[in-house]
């Protein structure tokens, strides 16, 4: 876990993305979010514990979130069939 050196502090957002194992890397801000998921979960978007609400449809808005603050391949994925 990405912590603070010598105070057991999480340096990174606390939200964990569908994918498990990967945490968002943007700085922690507030209740150990970072800003962006920090207003996601003002909005109820998120639940206390750093999941996507259940009561969030909007798939666009579910990506959105979860993939919020993850490096981004730049590569084009083509199928040569």
């Given at each position: ?41 003002l909005r109820g978007e998120l639940l206390p514990n750093g ?17 919020h603050g993850q490096p981004q391949d730049d590569t084009i ?5």
């Amino acid at each position: 876990m990405n912590q603070a050196p010598g105070t057991g502090t999480r340096t990174h957002c606390r939200f964990r993305t569908s994918l498990g194992l990967t945490y968002c890397q943007e700085p922690a801000y507030a209740e150990g979010f970072c800003r962006f998921h920090y207003e996601c979960f003002l909005r109820g978007e998120l639940l206390p514990n750093g999941q996507i609400n259940e009561m969030l449809v909007d798939q666009d808005r579910r990506r959105t979130i979860n993939f919020h603050g993850q490096p981004q391949d730049d590569t084009i994925y083509v199928d040569e069939r």
